[in-house]
């Protein structure tokens, strides 16, 4: 916590940009993940956060380009406690809720699935006038 605050300290007129951000506290695997973010926004294809670390690099993409949370899909909450502070700053909801701690993509693994499952229903379910359901039951 102290090496944060004084990074903060030393670095507080770098949170005017995202730019400046990113090249005072961020690193390349940040500045990389903020790069995804933007670039999906970019091309309107939406892009899984998995995590705190990918949330901090979407949060600075989203001071780069405000309205990009739109485009992204939270996978979940991560054990980390600054995860869960994070998300609730910004008002995010993430897919799931499962105190994971695993690391390695396995969030937005298996938000995937919820993600392409809700696809499927949006697309493939009846409707309850196709279905022949739609008239009231006498």
Do not use: Q, W, Y
Not at 40 to 47: L, R
Not at 74 to 83: M, P
């Amino acid at each position: 916590t102290e090496v944060v605050a004084r990074a903060l300290e030393i670095h507080r007129a770098a949170l005017a940009s995202g730019e400046s951000m990113l090249a005072a506290l961020g690193g390349f695997e940040i500045a990389a993940m903020a790069g995804v973010c933007l670039g999906g926004a970019a091309f309107n294809v939406p892009v899984v956060v998995d995590g705190f670390i990918a949330t901090a690099a979407a949060a600075v993409a989203e001071k780069i380009h405000p309205g990009l949370f739109d485009h992204l899909f939270f996978s979940h909450r991560s054990s980390e406690g600054g995860h869960a502070l994070a998300l609730e700053h910004f008002k995010l909801r993430p897919i799931l809720d499962l105190d994971l701690r695993l690391g390695e993509g396995t969030g937005a693994a298996l938000a995937m699935n919820v993600i392409e499952s809700a696809l499927d229903l949006f697309h493939n379910m009846a409707t309850f006038a196709g279905a022949g359901v739609s008239g009231k039951v006498r």
